[in-house]
């Protein structure tokens, strides 16, 4: 049963706190993303990678951190740095990114104590 | 700058009406268009899609209609159910691949037994 893995479902993060975010899929597919969304606004892209120890910043990767040590994992870690953190993550993972269709998990729903 | 807009924050449609959900994109550049259902507390799943090539793009209840002189999309859902009932996205690319992809806002709609 393939598909995209988020966890946790919601998470607590503390001033001044890094926090990480799980994404794991099993569809093998190549390319992955984090998404942030906020209320009234569309999905917006943090950070995607292409391949296994690749990936590259979107639009809003300030404060944000990824790493892609295996195809199957895409972790994202909110650092300190983010001022404005409170929001509905969600990962994505797609064939390549020549393949528009992508493939979202749950979402990880981030609050700030 | 919102590059793809949905005017229409929820539509609500009484059951075996015609939905039309509406989608505005500014980027002419833009030549593949996508459409996610959300439901709450779940990641986006794709529904439909249309290439620039094509004016319309039809998968059972589901058909995609594009005017790309208006620069408008619209998805039909006919009849509409109650299980319809979900956050609809859609999303334009510029052929760049899944890595550019710009998604609306979301339109709520609820399907009334």
């Known amino acids: 049963d393939g598909g995209i893995t988020q966890s946790p479902k919601y998470l607590f993060r503390k001033e001044g706190q890094n926090v990480t975010l799980s994404c794991e899929q099993n569809?093998?597919?190549?390319?992955m993303y984090w998404y942030r969304q906020d209320p009234g606004q569309g999905l917006r892209l943090i950070y995607y990678?292409?391949?296994?120890?690749?990936?590259q910043k979107g639009d809003i990767a300030e404060g944000y951190s990824v790493s892609r040590e295996k195809k199957e994992s895409f972790p994202l870690t909110v650092t300190s740095a983010q001022k404005n953190p409170t929001a509905f993550y969600l990962c994505?993972?797609?064939?390549?990114?020549?393949?528009?269709?992508?493939?979202f998990g749950p979402g990880t729903r981030l609050l700030v104590l | 700058d919102q590059q793809v807009k949905q005017n229409s924050p929820s539509l609500s449609v009484q059951e075996g009406r015609i939905s039309i959900l509406n989608c505005d994109y500014t980027?002419?550049?833009?030549?593949?268009f996508l459409w996610y259902k959300k439901y709450p507390a779940e990641g986006p799943t794709f529904l439909i899609s249309?290439?620039?090539?094509?004016d319309k793009n039809e998968d059972g209840r589901f058909t995609v209609f594009l005017n790309k002189s208006a620069k408008h999309l619209s998805l039909h859902i006919v009849p509409s159910q109650p299980g319809d009932s979900a956050v609809y996205f859609c999303?334009?690319?510029?052929?760049?691949?899944?890595?550019?992809?710009?998604f609306g806002t979301g339109t709520r709609l609820t399907v009334i037994p």
């Open positions: 249309i290439s620039s090539i094509k």
């Open positions: 994505a993972s797609s064939i390549g990114t020549h393949e528009e269709t992508q493939y």
């Open positions: 990678s292409q391949i296994v120890n690749d990936f």
């Open positions: 569809l093998n597919h190549d390319a």
């Open positions: 999303a334009a690319s510029a052929g760049t691949g899944a890595n550019n992809l710009f």
């Open positions: 980027n002419s550049m833009f030549d593949y």
